[in-house]
């Protein structure tokens, strides 16, 4: 199955491997590249997973995605190396449907506030870089039929912009 | 004159389990509430209370910062500040349980991440009564985002302060995890409105506010969000809102300050209550 073929609002259950890393790591990549330094991450072809995960005690986590509209501001350097979706919660700007057109990319919501029950989901998680940033630093993680919904697909289409324009004029 | 002594294991202790039920457990209400849910995700939302219940674990891997409303007796003395009490039992629970630490020391420079929780966030109040009460709030930092204050003008009458929280939520809703429990501190100062918006969050679904004007108020401002349609996820289906909570209180002749505060469906609250021992001083 190619992802990137998937329409808005399908529904999926991706089984394979995840980057995870939010606020904090992608400021901290974006520092990097402005120095001309190395990202010590390759994120070609990586899907990315907005998200921190709780300490793993006993060999138990619990995982969820965070708001993706905060991440938009670092969405085309994303794509920029390389990164083929996004899963995260939540609407996101005008700017992330664009530059999901632009660069033929797409973005999944996961279930939040189920983050016991997603961690059923994940067969490995592993820290790769930035351990001083603690929940911030970027994991890879391995998930088996880990449930998304495309919520922007690679033509821009937005799931929540449908939702609203489907309950129509009574939102206001 | 009586004096009242609040011991200060006791408070650890009971705050520790009180923050561990509202992490792990849902609460009755909203359990119906999501049962009742069978759109999006709906299978995974509720598979999720059994695990969380069943393997110890959070309900959402934002365990939040831990924010304490404590009503303390006037004539309560404490073995140890309130301040530390509540945060000696954050620590304990954050560094044992499979909890997340996220909160971060200085907020715009280093934003190093406390590696214990806290600080905690605690709110006192002296009341009248012979009991110490906690009410406390698990809060997420996705709703907490969604947070607004307007300082409306002293005319304003509701339709305008029903309008600015519809359309509030019509655009930033869907990213707090709805369905939300909205809560609105209208009156006092600008800091007043925003502490009552965040207490009015400690309250259950179905306490409603004693003056009918306002109960009124909170039940059509809850129907008109209901008409948005966000629903669970913000995918549409379901309530937008669960319950919305007013508390108001008297305000300067020149203004009419609303704030308004989220928290998401889980629905994260607890109240803990200590019975002081009594002592006698000369």
Known sequence: MNLLELKVGERINYTGCMIVMRDAAQRRIEKLLMEGSNVPIDLEGKIVFYAGPTRTVDGRFAIGPTTSERMDKYLKMLFELGVSATVGKGERTEAARKLCREYGRIYFVAPSGAAAALSEHVERLELLAFEDLGTEAVYEIRVRDFPLIVGIDCEGNDLFEFIKSASGGDRL | ?282
């Open chain 2, 1 to 282: 004159m009586k004096l009242l002594l609040v011991k200060h294991e006791e408070l650890v202790e009971k705050i520790s389990q009180k923050i561990i039920e509202a992490n792990n457990v849902m609460r009755e209400e909203i359990v119906q509430q999501l049962f009742s849910y069978d759109g999006p995700f709906s299978e995974v939302l509720r598979r999720n209370v059994e695990v969380a219940r069943t393997k110890d674990l959070p309900l959402c891997q934002d365990t939040g910062f831990v924010e304490f409303f404590i009503f303390i007796p006037f004539n309560a003395i404490f073995e140890r500040p309130i301040q530390e009490s509540c945060d000696e039992a954050v620590k304990k629970v954050y560094s044992s349980k499979p909890y997340r630490y996220s909160v971060v020391s200085d907020p715009l420079y280093e934003r190093k991440n406390t590696r214990t929780n806290t600080p905690s966030i605690c709110h006192i109040f002296h009341w009248d009564e012979e009991k110490l009460q906690i009410r406390l709030l698990i809060k997420g930092g996705g709703s907490e985002n969604l947070t607004t204050l307007s300082m409306l003008s002293p005319t304003a009458g509701e339709e305008e302060l029903m309008g600015k929280i519809i359309e509030h939520v019509a655009r930033h809703g869907s990213k707090g995890c709805p369905p939300l429990r909205v809560g609105v501190g209208v009156g006092g100062s600008a800091d007043k409105a925003m502490l009552l918006s965040k207490l009015a969050l400690t309250y259950s679904l179905n306490d409603v506010n004693p003056d009918p004007r306002y109960e009124s108020l909170e039940r059509r401002i809850s129907e008109k969000l209901n008409q948005l349609r966000i629903g669970f996820q913000g995918l549409g289906v379901g309530p937008t809102v669960f319950s919305v909570h007013i508390l108001q209180a008297p305000t300067h002749i020149a203004n009419l300050p609303v704030a308004v505060s989220f928290d998401c469906y889980l629905s994260r609250i607890g109240v803990v209550e200590v019975e002081p021992v009594r002592i006698e001083s000369r």
